[in-house]
C-alpha cells in the first residue's frame, strides 16, 4: 500500500543567512524525534502555516500513527544529506523502513532561526526503467564548462538524482557553483547573485545544432515558467542518436544557431535562470531525439575532469561532487 503523503512547501523566501551546520543537526534530531513519536517539540517549530494546514497537534500525532501499518519504523540510514536553497535549508533522510519495499525520503525545510516551514515523509519514487543502463556515450564529451562545479543532482537513483523519475531526463545532471557552501551570495531574490550565473557554457563536442533559443526572460526567484521547461537551450547532434540539451540559459546570451556546426569547447552561451527553474544552474542531459517530450534517456560520460579532487578518466558526475574539467 502506498502510504499517504505528508507535504508542506517551504512558505518562506529568504535573504538571512543560511543554517549551515545547524541544519543538518537540526533536521537529524527533528527526524529522531518524529520517529519516537516526540511530536510536541516539533509542532511548537513549525511555522503558522505548517500548523494551520495541519490543523491541530493531535492530527500530527494521528498521521505519525498511522504510518506504523503502512511503512512500519525506519531500521537504517543510507543517506543525509542538507541542501541549501533560496527557499530555505532542506535537510533530506533517506531511510530503510521494515515495512516499505524501497526506500523512504524524509524532507525538512528550516528558516535561518530553525522554525520549520516544510516537511514530508514517503517512499522513495522508482527509477524510470531504461534499456540504455549499459549505454557507452558515443560522442567523446568534456564538461560544458571551466572552473569547479557543483553537482546539485546526477546519479542514477532517485535519492540521488530526481530526474531518474523521467524517462527522458533519465541520467540528467544539474550543475550550480557553490562558494562557502551557498550556490549565491547576498540577496537570494535575485538571479545575478548565483555564482553560476553568467559562466560561459561551452560545447561538451563536436556536433550540429539542431535547436537553439536564445529570447526567453530569466526568472525571478521563485517563479518558473513551465511552459517553457528547458527555457533558453541549445540542442546539439554529436551521434547518431545521440542529442545534447544544455538548458537555463540567458535571456539573449545564446551565441549560436540552427544549422550551426560547433567544435568541443565553443561557448554557446552564458548560464542563466530561464525555463521551469528554481534559481540558476545549468542542466545538461542526452537523450535518442531531439525533442524535449519525446525520446529516451542515455547516459553521459564525461572524459578527463576532477571529482573531489581526483582524477577521473571517464564517468558520470554524482550529486555532491565537485566537478573540474582537466
Known sequence: MMPRLFALA??????APALGQDAFEFGRERSDAFLAGDLEGIWEAMSPEMQDALGSLEAFEQFRADLAPEIGQEVDILDEVVRATPQGEFYVRTGRWDNAETPVVMQWAFAED???LGFYVQPEPEAA???HLDYTTRADLRLPFEGEWSVYWGGRTVAQNYHAVDPIQRFAVDFVVERDGATFEGDPLLPENYHCWGQEILAPADGLVVAAVRDLPDQVIGETDPENPAGNHVILNLADDEYAFL????AGSVQVQLGDEVSQGDVLGLCG???NTSEPHLHFHLQTTPDLLEGEGIPAQFLDYAADGEPVDRGEPMRGQIVTAN
Open 273 to 275: 535562470n530561464s525555463g
Open 247 to 250: 538548458a537555463h540559459l540567458q
Open 10 to 15: 517551504a512558505a518562506t523566501l529568504l535573504s
Open 129 to 131: 526503467p531504461s534499456q
Open 114 to 116: 530553525g522554525t520549520i
